[in-house]
């Protein structure tokens, strides 16, 4: 059974909206169509987030809130959800939401255009935390941007939330929830003006779709895919929406490996390979905002295949390895040979990525960096990553990889072969460091030079290799 | 009970409620009439190239188009440069900078606009572009004529000084980044009329530019502004959106809304000049400066803009609170094919003022000095070293007792040696501070500016109406002067309704900007208050018979003579029953300035604003990152009418300038175009670059001198110059690699990789 109507909770009613333009943002249809204007747009790119608003996902009879950018959302994606905009937050009687009066006795608004977008990135950071330390609530508004306040009001107002008394949201959950449960899972089929859009439900439908229809873009959270339409002002006429895929959605691990479903959001992800990989934790915190990282996934960075992004050294450097299927067959490829130039890839037509694949080391060292004009929110200069086995001071066996250093994130080969079997000594590094001259030309472009990208590849080496000499980390404290 | 009780309360921004409700509306929210059409602005992807066809024909066939302006649609003047001509709207044969608009587009939607726009066949002949200050230099390629201001002959005393330095030093552009980008709504009415709804800082001028574009007179044009997503400068004298907008709607008799996106209005609006100087200074042993000679020079874009005033800044503030007794400067303002650099808060002022720091910061590293004792003995004093090298006499400095109390208050002295101390144990990392004075200079220095005005109208209900010639862009200018006012009548604030700011109530206005928007406006509203109140103590002597009293006290909604005491909204209902006004226009001028452009002498500036911060910073001498551990700020914002607003143009003004000392960086290729566009390159702080530790005061004892409004001083501009410490700690952990032997070169802003290359520089110089 397949609908062409897209159902959500909002308003405390189901919306229904029948063959909707699939390339149709939510700031879009929250500000034109629906004329509700309180959510702005500040950069159209999930950049500033003005935009934000919050999404209420079912799961296992609670509501799980997540701030998202609605400039590159699209309304399709709302499908089955609850909608919160910063209108909702007000109460009918005109008294404000805690996250509201906290805002303004704390003085966070200044010219305000921005403020509504803080607004729901703090309220989502309300509904899924009881007590909010310094740490969460800058996690919570890192993809906001302020230009009027210099934050500290906000992070106060912040800091003076307690929400030990229900909100209006947790009174009317059961019937939110039940509004929720009353939208059953359907395959979605568009067809708006020659435009198409599949959100199959299930892996099994996905390949009967892709068998028929092999030219379809493959959208996943979108936070890249989604700028052809607000930036670039193209179309995209046949889209086929993997989120939709709950059976794609898992983490799951053995001995070995780690087994990433790729629909996984980033942000179960990141804290998930915490317990194995604390600096691919980091690293991912650091990957985009929280809104970002609320939608987008690990695939998807694999699939975009660019030079900087953030998982992809990492990945590489655990040597992971992908599972790509088309509607009748599975390989499993290492994604080391998966890159071929910028952002071309292996990937065939009617192929996507169904998985991830992280191997386990138990006796590595595991270490990332990642260098960028701005600490949160910003794309590397350079990112690095390097996988060490260290035996009585010889180097047993050794992975690094680099990204923002050529067209696609790619192995320091040269690099490797030096150190492998080597003894750990300053001498070696020197040389190892001279090599990556060998595997690497970067590029001067507005976010850093190739000298400083060469100068930070061969420190973040030395850096590397003295942290584990003095079993000390040289890091500043962000 | 308290003297005034509105005055001095820490109250919320009036329109705070309805931010975060997201109730608060913006030009872009304003719900357009059946028949909008949406425009879009078609632009150069040359710098510098004549232009040899427009060909809009796929433009006009392109889905939802419903017409398409050019240059020919023009009737008037086809320029929006408010001081000088030079910002053509759309140029007849040459465009000068890549995002230059040519042309522009009225479609049904905004989407279907800006995707006609790219359908535009443009030929042009290419010219080469100069791209930087130094090929402009070097080209002699002005867009106005420098200055040459001297003061006592530094020639000689830098020839008979002790010790002697020599260099350069850079400071780069910043883009506003305003949240909300350029916007405007222009609806036609009867007669030609047009009213515009238009984001900016300067509604008078959007109407003046907008009637002479269209040959009509300003009075059939009307301008409203309620507020503005931020503007910092950026919406100053920008009027390509407003025009554009404008002329589209008088074309098609529509209603037109034209809304850039972040990186049209990025690409196509100006930034703040970056700045090139080169020096000379001879100093004695405890780093007394004795002569200095500079070049200053600047990027101005395409067009002059406001780069005059802008460089005159430069130079009025290239002092900072220093006295130097012998000096020279030379500026050059230098015209590139890149867009016209604009106003942007400081204004000139903090680009001056980091030349001197700059100097000061290396002659201390020069003499192996705290930087804190050489900035003490060159301040200016109280009673002798007291004139600018402008010839106005300083009469309000408090900068020493700012900066001490700082340097005790943030335990200075003593993080200087912990910092030594951190430098000698830690081999990658290392830790820097600094302190930095401020003293900024309040007035336009075009004299005629000062002006300002107000009205006020009571209703017989006693609600207030309250209008003026100020912009509402965050400062909580409406709140401040809805605080006075409500104090001056002794009501409550809320009697007082906040309206936008219109051209038709109030005309002639100034730009919000200068810092002077409260000072100004604020006196403005008095002023009508105090016509009101004539008229009302009249009425209320005549008719209550009460001739000898002279001065009524309004307190508690009560005017109060000595004994008699009447209800305010009782005498409201009466004072209308016998005819007498209730309404009143009010006006300003700032006494005492006078500035002789020619001389360059006079008193430019009604008072001085002064500040100081401490910073303390880490980098990473590896990778050439920076993290800010600890800000201590002390800033005179004299009696604040409301000191949690003020709290908050001091912090944010701080975090401003940070990041455009540290992060913020705009990158222009050889051939002109700009690439840093968007948030996802062109980065502003975000809130984990803010400072870890983030202490920031109200100097308690600053009141000013001056008769300004509840004798208060404006936190505008001023604190975006705290920022400098930032640069200055960020310098002093760069120089304890050499053990604090050698001065580093360093430029603005300092970005990881200007960070890393500065350590590499100085690393070879020390083997």
């Known amino acids: 059974m397949s609908s062409n109507i897209i159902r959500f909770v909002f308003e405390n009613k189901i919306h229904e909206i029948k063959n909707l333009d699939p390339n149709e943002t939510i700031l879009n249809f929250i500000r034109l169509r629906l004329k509700k204007t309180g959510t702005k747009e500040g950069c159209a790119e999930g950049g500033c987030g003005a935009c934000t608003v919050v999404i209420g996902e079912l799961k296992k009879n609670n509501i799980v809130y997540k701030a998202i950018n609605s400039c590159i959302a699209f309304t399709t994606s709302l499908e089955g959800k609850q909608l919160l905009v910063v209108e909702d937050l007000m109460q009918k009687d005109g008294s404000l939401h805690p996250v509201q009066s906290a805002m303004v006795n704390f003085h966070g608004s200044q010219c305000g255009f921005c403020t509504p977008g803080f607004v729901m990135s703090l309220f989502s950071m309300y509904k899924n935390n009881t007590s909010y330390d310094k740490k969460t609530i800058e996690e919570s508004i890192s993809g906001n941007l302020c230009r009027c306040t210099g934050y500290r009001p906000i992070i106060d107002a912040a800091k003076s939330l307690n929400n030990k008394k229900p909100d209006q949201f947790k009174i009317n959950e059961k019937k939110t929830i039940n509004l929720l449960k009353k939208i059953r899972p359907e395959n979605i089929y568009i067809n708006n003006k020659n435009k198409k859009y599949f959100a199959p439900r299930t892996v099994i439908e996905l390949k009967k779709i892709i068998k028929k229809n092999p030219n379809l873009k493959f959208l996943s959270g979108g936070t890249d895919l989604a700028l052809i339409v607000t930036k670039q002002k193209k179309d995209i006429e046949n889209i086929i929406y993997l989120n939709s895929i709950d059976e794609l959605n898992y983490i799951k691990e053995n001995n070995k490996y780690i087994e990433i479903g790729a629909t996984t959001p980033l942000r179960k992800f990141e804290l998930f390979i915490k317990k194995y990989y604390p600096d691919f934790n980091t690293i991912l915190k650091r990957y985009g905002s929280i809104q970002i990282r609320n939608i987008a996934t690990i695939a998807g960075n694999i699939a975009t295949a660019s030079p900087i992004g953030d998982s992809l050294p990492l990945l590489l450097s655990l040597d992971a390895s992908i599972c790509i299927e088309n509607f009748n067959s599975k390989t499993i490829l290492s994604l080391k040979d998966f890159f071929i130039s910028y952002r071309k890839t292996k990937l065939k037509k009617g192929q996507f990525i169904s998985s991830i694949r992280i191997p386990i080391y138990k006796k590595n060292i595991f270490k990332a960096y990642k260098i960028s004009k701005r600490i949160d929110d910003d794309i590397s200069s350079v990112c690095a990553s390097f996988n060490v086995i260290i035996v009585n001071k010889r180097i047993k066996n050794i992975k690094i990889a680099y990204g923002g250093m050529a067209p696609i994130p790619k192995r320091a080969i040269h690099c490797e072969k030096i150190l492998l079997n080597s003894d750990f000594s300053e001498e070696v590094i020197l040389k190892a460091q001279i090599s990556l001259k060998t595997d690497f030309q970067p590029i001067n472009d507005m976010r850093a030079s190739k000298n400083y990208r060469m100068e930070i590849a061969k420190n973040l080496l030395f850096k590397c290799f003295t942290e584990i000499k003095n079993n000390k980390s040289i890091r500043l404290n962000y | ?767």
């Open chain 2, 1 to 767: 009970m308290k003297q005034s009780f509105f005055i001095d309360e820490k109250r919320p921004h009036d329109s705070a409620s309805k931010h975060v409700s997201g109730l608060a509306e913006y030009t872009d929210d304003i719900n357009e009439p059946y028949g909008t059409l949406y425009g879009a602005i078609g632009w150069s992807k040359e710098a510098h190239a004549l232009i040899k066809k427009i060909d809009l024909s796929e433009v006009l066939k392109s889905e939802g188009v419903i017409a398409v302006t050019t240059s020919s649609d023009i009737p008037g003047r086809n320029d929006v440069g408010a001081v000088f001509n030079g910002d053509p709207i759309f140029p007849l044969k040459k465009v000068e900078y890549y995002g230059q608009p040519l042309f522009a587009v009225a479609a049904t939607s905004t989407e279907l606009a800006r995707k006609a726009t790219l359908k535009a066949k443009i030929i042009f002949k290419v010219l080469k572009p100069i791209v930087t200050i130094k090929e402009a230099l070097k080209k002699k390629n002005f867009i106005l004529k420098g200055k040459k201001i001297q003061r006592g002959n530094p020639k000689k005393t830098i020839l008979k000084s002790k010790n002697y330095l020599k260099g350069n030093f850079t400071t780069g552009s910043q883009e506003h980044f305003y949240l909300e980008g350029q916007v405007a709504f222009v609806i036609p009415k009867e007669d030609k009329d047009l009213l515009v709804y238009s984001s900016t800082q300067h509604p008078s001028e959007t109407q003046q530019i907008i009637a002479k574009m269209l040959n009509q007179k300003s009075n059939s044009i009307t301008v409203l502004v309620r507020r503005i997503g931020g503007g910092f400068g950026g919406k100053e004298t920008n009027f390509l959106t407003s025009s554009i907008c404008a002329l589209l709607a008088s074309k098609t008799n529509k209603p037109v809304k034209l809304r850039l996106d972040r990186d049209d209005d990025i690409i196509i609006t100006g930034k703040r000049h970056d700045f090139y100087s080169e020096y000379e200074v001879g100093f004695n042993d405890a780093g007394v400066i004795q002569g200095l000679k500079i070049k200053l020079s600047s990027r101005c874009g395409m067009s002059p803009d406001l780069s005059g005033a802008i460089n005159e800044r430069a130079l009025l503030h290239i002092d900072n609170s220093y006295y130097l007794s012998d000096i020279q400067v030379q500026n050059y303002l230098c015209k590139t094919n890149t867009v016209s650099s604009t106003a942007f808060r400081g204004f000139g002022g903090n680009q001056g003022m980091m030349v001197i720091e700059n100097i000061i910061d290396n002659i201390s590293r020069y003499l192996e000095k705290d930087s804190a004792d050489v900035r003490k003995s060159n301040f200016y004093q109280k009673n002798n070293r007291n004139i600018t090298h402008y010839g106005m006499k300083i009469e309000d400095n408090v900068i020493q007792e700012i900066f001490n109390k700082l340097i005790k208050k943030s335990n200075y002295k003593k993080r200087y040696l912990k910092i030594k101390k951190f430098n000698l144990d830690n081999k990658y990392l290392k830790k820097g501070i600094s302190i930095t004075p401020v003293k900024f200079g309040i007035s336009f220095t075009t004299i005629h500016l000062n002006q300002a005005g107000a009205l006020i109208h009571i209703y017989t209900d006693s609600s207030i109406h309250l209008n003026h010639g100020g912009i509402e862009m965050g400062q909580g200018t409406n709140t401040k002067i809805a605080q006075l006012v409500a104090n001056e009548f002794g009501l409550r604030f809320e009697k007082i309704k906040i309206s936008s700011t219109n051209t038709s109530k109030v005309p002639n206005t100034s730009a919000s900007a200068a810092s002077s928007t409260t000072d100004l406006n604020g006196a403005a509203a008095l002023d009508a208050v105090s016509k009101i109140k004539i008229n009302l103590e009249k009425f209320i002597k005549k008719k209550y018979n009460l001739k000898q009293i002279k001065n009524a006290i309004y307190k508690n909604g009560l005017i109060k003579f000595n004994k008699k005491s009447f209800k305010f909204d009782s005498i409201i209902k009466e004072a209308y029953l016998n005819r007498i006004s209730l309404s009143s226009t009010g006006f300003y001028s700032t006494p005492k300035i006078n500035f002789n452009k020619k001389t360059f002498t006079g008193r430019p500036f009604l008072y001085f604003c002064y500040g100081a911060s401490v910073t303390e910073v880490t980098i990473d001498t590896l990778t050439g990152e920076s993290i800010i551990d600890q800000v201590d700020i002390l800033q005179d914002a004299g009696k604040a009418i409301n000191p949690a607003l003020e709290l908050g143009q001091i912090e944010g003004g701080f975090v401003q300038g940070q990041g455009w000392l540290t992060m913020e960086e705009i990158i222009w290729k050889p051939n002109g175009q700009i690439t840093t566009v968007s948030p996802s390159t062109y980065k502003i702080p975000a809130v984990s670059d803010m400072p870890k530790k983030f202490n920031v005061e109200i100097f308690k004892q600053g009141k000013n001198r001056e008769n300004v409004v509840n004798k208060s001083k404006t936190t505008g501009e001023p604190p975006l110059m705290l920022a400098m410490s930032v640069f200055f700690a960020i310098k002093d952990a760069i120089a304890s690699t050499s053990n604090y032997k050698k001065i580093p070169i360093l430029d603005a802003p300092a970005t990881s990789e200007k960070i890393l290359m500065s350590l590499k520089e100085l690393k070879n110089r020390v083997n």
